[in-house]
């Protein structure tokens, strides 16, 4: 799991650049992405973080 999270952190940074090309250069689909993006990515985190805490508790009981 934190193999996949660290790739997939380093692609973000890697493609951050062409994000804000495509974010800046229509007001669409993409710019609306690009806003939700922080938002949906610490919402997954936090949900995942919950699912793990539960998991663990339950299998603890």
């Known amino acids: 799991m934190a193999?996949?999270?660290t790739a997939t952190g380093?692609?973000?940074v890697?493609?951050?650049?062409?994000l804000d090309?495509?974010?800046t250069a229509g007001g669409?689909?993409?710019?609306?992405v690009?806003?939700?993006a922080?938002?949906?990515t610490a919402a997954l985190v936090v949900?995942?973080?919950l699912g793990l805490a539960l998991r663990g508790l339950t299998g603890s009981l």
């Open 47 to 49: 949900l995942l973080g």
């Open 3 to 5: 193999g996949t999270l």
């Open 10 to 12: 380093l692609l973000l």
């Open 34 to 36: 690009s806003a939700l």
């Open 28 to 32: 669409g689909l993409a710019a609306r």
């Open 38 to 40: 922080p938002v949906g």
């Open 14 to 18: 890697r493609l951050t650049g062409r």
């Open 21 to 23: 090309r495509l974010a």
